[in-house]
């Protein structure tokens, strides 16, 4: 807990009994989560809490930047709490997201963007997301 609390220190959150909770489910699950697996695990431990305050503590994550939400896989949102730079897969059927493996897409991506920078626009983040019928997920179709 004590390394939590300084975590949260260190990108500006101020500490509170809830936002604790929720940020050690997130390391716990340590995958792409939706609010709703979140409150399920708070649940499973007997923590009681609204999906409205779930909500809120996210996206209080995704502004200081604990965590990433997976832009491009619609609603219900979805969270990372790895905030490496890294491509997703998305199912667009089950709606369930991977990590890209290949980082030479990444690094594609980076070196093309240094040499050609978007004019007036102060780049924070590459937030690109590959959305199709994913063949890991659906095997026996092929
Ligand atoms: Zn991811």
């Given at each position: 807990m004590?390394?939590?609390?300084?975590?949260?220190?260190?990108n500006?959150?101020?500490?509170?009994?809830?936002?604790?909770?929720?940020?050690?489910?997130?390391?716990?699950?340590?995958?792409?989560?939706?609010a709703?697996?979140v409150?399920e695990?708070?649940?499973?431990?007997?923590?009681?809490?609204?999906?409205?305050?779930v909500y809120?503590i996210?996206n209080?994550?995704?502004q200081?930047?604990?965590?990433?939400?997976v832009?491009?896989?619609?609603?219900?949102?979805?969270?990372?709490?790895?905030?490496?730079?890294?491509?997703?897969?998305c199912?667009?059927?089950?709606?369930?997201v991977?990590?890209?493996?290949?980082?030479r897409?990444?690094?594609?991506?980076?070196s093309?963007?240094?040499?050609?920078?978007?004019?007036?626009?102060?780049?924070?983040?590459v937030?690109?997301?590959?959305i199709?019928?994913?063949k890991?997920?659906?095997?026996?179709?092929?």
């Amino acid at each position: 807990m004590e390394k939590l609390r300084q975590i949260f220190k260190e990108n500006g959150i101020q500490i509170t009994k809830q936002r604790l909770q929720v940020y050690q489910v997130l390391k716990e699950l340590n995958t792409h989560v939706t609010a709703e697996n979140v409150l399920e695990v708070l649940q499973q431990r007997g923590i009681s809490m609204t999906v409205a305050t779930v909500y809120n503590i996210l996206n209080l994550f995704d502004q200081k930047g604990l965590i990433i939400k997976v832009g491009a896989a619609g609603e219900p949102v979805i969270y990372d709490i790895n905030t490496y730079e890294h491509i997703h897969i998305c199912d667009q059927q089950t709606r369930l997201v991977r990590d890209c493996p290949d980082h030479r897409l990444v690094e594609l991506i980076d070196s093309y963007l240094a040499e050609h920078p978007v004019e007036g626009l102060e780049l924070q983040r590459v937030d690109i997301s590959l959305i199709g019928r994913d063949k890991t997920v659906h095997p026996a179709e092929e």
